[in-house]
């Protein structure tokens, strides 16, 4: 049912940007960084992560709350029903993750490949994912955030998550435009005039246009840098990355441009279509950090599924693991949930002194 959310913050209007809001000077807002897990089928693969940053907080700055200074890092998990309701165990763990600080997000249920869906048929799977996270006793208040399976939206799935009550979409694609390189990526954005991103889709013809949504919310899924052959050797890569993403792209049949070297902000992307390794996948979540912080600091989502991150799979963990150290090591960064994110963007205050 639509009203189940709590409604939408009168504030929530902001037009997309490439400089910080409330005319706040780069140097003195935070480097938000969220990292954005999706599916979530494996207990073990989840507690890995959950259990990781336990103990993680980050940098204490001035002891200032409303910049998240020496507070716990936290994730957040985009889980699917049809894990969760055949599995108590999998329900514990999202409910300790909820309660520990973390935040649970609406995934739709069965992970359909929704491009085609109507408006009804995406009200109906995000309905019944709602009811399976209540299962897992994640509360209606706090299910706010959503991304589509595949990033496979339409025009349809922004209508659903208008009339569902959702406070954020993290489903389009931002930073493939010509002029942006890293450093300028725009910030968050409401939908009240579209999405850049998703015009340019529209150009491309891969998507339809979505119409004007007011006050909801779009966290972007920016692209991930690739560093050339110059730059890989400050993260200690093996020269010829962006040459081995083309072939790997190449072997599974897509094309790709070694210029500007942008890819898909989804480790998937990285691991399993461009088919790099954990290094690889580390110095790209290296060099796209830096970029930020060399840059106007436009929140980065790291966009990833927990069951890559087997424990079959030590060399991807210990990437993740020693990203997330890296990150927390910068002064400026605060690894937040994308709920978190949005309170602070809603009343902006500078770094402290």
């Avoid at 972007?220 to 200690?236: C, I, M, N, S």
Wanted: no cysteine.
């Amino acid at each position: 049912m639509a009203g189940l959310m709590p409604p939408l913050f009168a504030q929530d209007s902001m037009a997309p940007a490439q400089i910080p809001p409330a005319g706040l000077a780069v140097e003195d807002v935070p480097q938000f960084v969220m990292i954005g897990f999706d599916d979530n089928p494996k207990v073990d693969s989840m507690a890995w992560i959950v259990d990781f940053l336990a103990d993680k907080r980050n940098p204490v700055g001035t002891d200032q709350a409303a910049t998240f200074d020496g507070v716990p890092a936290r994730a957040a998990f985009y889980s699917n029903g049809k894990y969760l309701d055949p599995s108590r165990k999998l329900r514990e763990l999202h409910r300790r993750a909820w309660r520990e600080g973390h935040e649970i997000g609406n995934h739709t249920y069965n992970h359909d490949q929704g491009a085609e869906f109507t408006a009804e048929e995406w009200k109906q799977a995000l309905g019944r994912n709602r009811q399976a996270l209540l299962k897992a006793q994640i509360p209606a208040a706090a299910q706010q955030g959503y991304r589509t399976p595949f990033l496979a939206y339409n025009a349809a799935t922004f209508e659903a998550l208008a009339d569902r009550g959702f406070v954020y979409d993290s489903s389009i694609e931002e930073g493939y435009q010509a002029d942006q390189d890293g450093t300028n990526f725009y910030w968050p954005y409401t939908l009240d005039e579209g999405s850049p991103g998703n015009q340019l889709a529209v150009e491309w013809g891969s998507k339809e246009l979505v119409a004007r949504h007011p006050g909801l919310w779009e966290i972007a899924l920016h692209v991930f840098l690739v560093p050339d052959d110059k730059t890989g050797e400050r993260y200690g890569v093996p020269v010829g990355m962006r040459n081995r993403v083309r072939e790997g792209m190449q072997a599974g049949g897509w094309e790709w441009s070694v210029e500007p070297g942008k890819i898909t902000g989804l480790d998937w992307n990285v691991f399993e279509q461009a088919r790099l390794s954990g290094g690889d996948f580390l110095a790209i979540l290296k060099y796209t950090l830096d970029l930020r912080l060399a840059g106007n600091r436009a929140p980065l989502m790291v966009g990833a599924h927990t069951h890559l991150f087997p424990e079959s799979e030590p060399v991807r963990r210990a990437a993740m693991e020693v990203f997330i150290r890296y990150a927390l090591s910068k002064p400026a960064v605060r690894l937040v949930t994308p709920q978190q994110m949005l309170q602070w963007l809603r009343d902006p205050v500078a770094l402290g002194e």
